[in-house]
């Protein structure tokens, strides 16, 4: 009876608050195994060792496997926690790794696209010294269109968000979503560039996704900004997005609504360690059909 009694103590204090993801856990069958041997073994030893004993006996026995249980409980539960911050990990740097990659066959395409608008502006030029002929209002309306893509070129002051923000720029142009940003780039130069391109790819990533699920083509609109005030790193961002699908809050972070939540929802997660690892801090929020997210980074002093 006392036995069972602090073990419905033990889980009203602290069973019930706990929670774990179990799409995370390696082995997680081999976890359970392991607890239900253990208790198993704690049972048949109060059984056949305490029970014929006196009454005071009994109860240090009692009061002992109960011990036993909670440590061991709490064994399984920070090696569950290990295994949750190890998977994370490895799926963040895996992550981490391909926008790298990805950054670099951007800045190629982009190196490109600069190479064809010098070439087009040149030509530009070269319209009216071939032959003395004025040139047609279609072949001007052609021109005006090819260089019309350094409306998605940006200028910040790094370069590594600059490849960023203009890759993100000619993909908003091909699917008709309104993308500002006001950035100072400048700011940003206490961090890797891999950690800068994980993090701002991330939090656009998922704006776009999310600006491309609204019907409402006024409501395609994505807004970045990246400042300085102080010796704090402001970064904030804001986009509609559809109701059918408001994001759903745990503990302060959107959770992913698909059903492969292994694989799903790295993003959110990338971008809180990549905050935490600059000391940072990150706030989501939903409201009125508008997704905000706001981070807070101390800059170091130089």
């Not at 926008?99 to 190479?115: G, S």
């Not at 019309?148 to 590594?160: E, K």
């Not at 699920?213 to 005030?229: C, F, H, P, W, Y």
Request: charged share 25%; proline share 2%.
């Amino acid at each position: 009876m006392m036995f069972a009694l602090m073990c419905l103590v033990i889980y009203a204090f602290i069973g019930r608050r706990v929670s774990i993801d179990e799409h995370k856990i390696r082995a997680r069958y081999g976890w359970v195994v392991a607890c239900v041997a253990a208790m198993m073994l704690m049972v048949v030893f109060s059984m056949v060792f305490v029970q014929r004993k006196p009454m005071e006996v009994q109860t240090v026995g009692f009061l002992y496997d109960s011990l036993c249980m909670t440590l061991m409980l709490t064994l399984v539960l920070l090696a569950s926690t290990n295994d949750q911050l190890r998977s994370d990990l490895i799926a963040m740097q895996q992550a981490d790794r391909l926008k790298t990659q990805h950054y670099e066959m951007a800045k190629e395409n982009i190196e490109q696209i600069n190479i064809r608008c010098h070439d087009i502006r040149k030509l530009v030029g070269s319209l009216y010294a071939d032959d003395g002929r004025m040139p047609t209002p279609e072949m001007i309306r052609e021109v005006e269109n090819n260089i019309r893509i350094y409306d998605s070129m940006f200028h910040t002051g790094n370069d590594s968000l600059d490849v960023l923000l203009t890759e993100k720029g000619l993909y908003c142009s091909r699917h008709g979503i309104v993308f500002t940003c006001m950035a100072d780039g400048r700011s940003l130069d206490f961090m890797e560039r891999s950690d800068l391109y994980s993090l701002f790819g991330n939090i656009l990533d998922n704006a776009l996704e999310s600006a491309q699920q609204i019907e409402d083509a006024g409501k395609r609109v994505v807004n970045l900004s990246v400042q300085r005030d102080g010796g704090l790193l402001v970064i904030h961002e804001e986009n509609y997005y559809d109701a059918a699908r408001a994001p759903i809050f745990k503990n302060g972070m959107p959770v992913t609504t698909k059903s492969d939540k292994a694989n799903h929802g790295l993003g959110t997660r990338s971008i809180a360690w990549q905050t935490r690892k600059y000391h940072g801090e990150l706030t989501m929020k939903a409201a009125d059909g508008v997704f905000s997210l706001g981070i807070v980074i101390p800059i170091p002093a130089e």
